[in-house]
């Protein structure tokens, strides 16, 4: 099992990134795809998550919304967030998770416990 994402790096004030988050090993198609993130000195926190693809659904946090779009492309088992308009308080170290989809009824888990499967994390720093 292996989630890599990519795409962080050092931008300015207003800027965009599109983060990838490419999969192997498990049953991508199958599994709700979260982002989280972690900045300096605080706890990881959850930035948003897709459905399946049959559901079209996303859920986004508060802090990104309107500014973070997800997407997901089940054929390359890879996961994307695009940032726009980043702030400085976006700077962190960005995580795809996998959340296995248990029930018809499922949701778009902002609880870390609720995703099995991470990935190593890729920097995001946001200047002014």
């Known amino acids: 099992v292996q989630l890599q994402a990519s795409g962080g790096g050092a931008v300015q004030v207003g800027d965009s990134l599109r983060l990838s988050c490419a999969t192997s090993?498990?049953?991508?198609?199958?599994?709700?795809m979260g982002w989280f993130r972690q900045a300096p000195g605080k706890e990881r926190e959850f930035v948003g998550a897709?459905?399946?693809?049959?559901?079209?659904?996303?859920q986004y946090a508060d802090a990104v919304k309107g500014r973070a779009t997800i997407a997901r492309d089940d054929a390359k088992n890879t996961v994307y967030l695009q940032m726009n308009s980043l702030k400085p308080e976006d700077t962190a170290v960005y995580y795809c998770a996998a959340a296995p989809v248990r029930s018809v009824f499922y949701s778009l888990s902002a609880k870390e416990a609720e995703y099995d499967r991470w990935g190593q994390g890729t920097q995001v720093t946001v200047s002014s």
């Open positions: 090993g498990f049953i991508f198609s199958s599994y709700v």
């Open positions: 897709i459905g399946l693809k049959s559901s079209g659904r996303t």
